[in-house]
């Protein structure tokens, strides 16, 4: 904690905050804003346009994704006990009309982790108790986010593709606005979970690009060889990616720039610092 910077969103949606009502379990009064949109099916997706008109609150929340760029991130939501990790959208839009199947990120590796991260030191979660007799029985308490249900202009997605930051959605509690007497109960059963959820953020490779001169290179784009989801360096050219242990290779490129690569490991205790140099193209 002393060594992460945490923002707190209190609420996407304090239109539908506003009109809920305390005790409720289910329906769908408070989902959406004052203008009778849902917030979480409103960002551009990554594989299917997404031609609702975007909202205030999203515009919003996309400019400080962009101005701040964040490392990990979780989405709590209520109305299910379950971890629920990208992708929530998929290609595959016709077919899932009829089966639900998953939609898998090129770090699956890591998103299944974080997720398990949760749900294993959650009061709960773990034991994938269904929340009614025919609800959905979640293994482990997680799940891919399209396995469950698919859905098209999801944040979690958004933030992985386009904001550079691990966001998984926490489903908290099988009643969607419970009441506030219990408010003690699911802090202590989720105060462990969420600190050792902000721990992954210390989880990976980190570190600074530079030119030859030492200056930051701001909006290089990273990948790591064989995860095709690229991520950028900040205007201090400062980058991070959540990895598990295991030995990678990193590229580098930024227009007027040689490209560079670097291999390199990770391990569980600590992060990797690994800084890289790109040089003035000459062609």
Known sequence: MDNSRIHIMPSMNPDG????????????????????????RNFPDHFNVNGLQEQTEVLAIRK????????LSASLHGGALVASY?????????????????SLT??????????????????????AVPCSPLGTKFVNGTTNGAEWYPLTGGMQDYNYIWGSCMEIT?????????????????????VKSL?????????????????????????????IK???????TTKFGEYWRILLPGVYKIEAVAEGYAPTEAQFAVIDETPTQLNLTLFRSTA
Not at 21 to 28: N, S, V
Not at 64 to 71: E, H, L, M, N, P
Not at 203 to 218: A, C, I, K, W, Y
Not at 226 to 232: A, V
């Open 106 to 127: 090129p770090d699956d590796d890591v998103f299944r982790h974080l997720a398990q991260v949760y749900s294993f030191n959650h009061g709960s979660m773990y034991l």
């Open 64 to 71: 400080w994704i962009t101005s701040t760029q964040f490392v």
């Open 170 to 190: 926490l489903e908290l509690s099988c009643c969607k606005y419970p009441p506030t007497n219990q408010l003690p109960k699911f802090w202590e059963e989720n």
């Open 226 to 232: 064989g995860r095709e989801i690229g991520f950028q």
């Open 17 to 40: 905050f506003e009109v809920s009502q305390e005790g409720q379990c289910t329906g769908g009064k408070g989902r959406y804003n004052a203008r009778s949109y849902d917030l979480n």
């Open 195 to 223: 600190l050792l959820f902000i721990g992954e953020a210390h989880r990976g490779v980190r570190g600074f690009v530079t030119d030859e001169f030492g200056n930051p290179v701001e909006g290089a784009i990273l990948k």
């Open 86 to 102: 990208p992708f929530d959208s998929t290609p595959e839009k016709i077919l899932n009309q009829f089966v639900s199947s998953a």
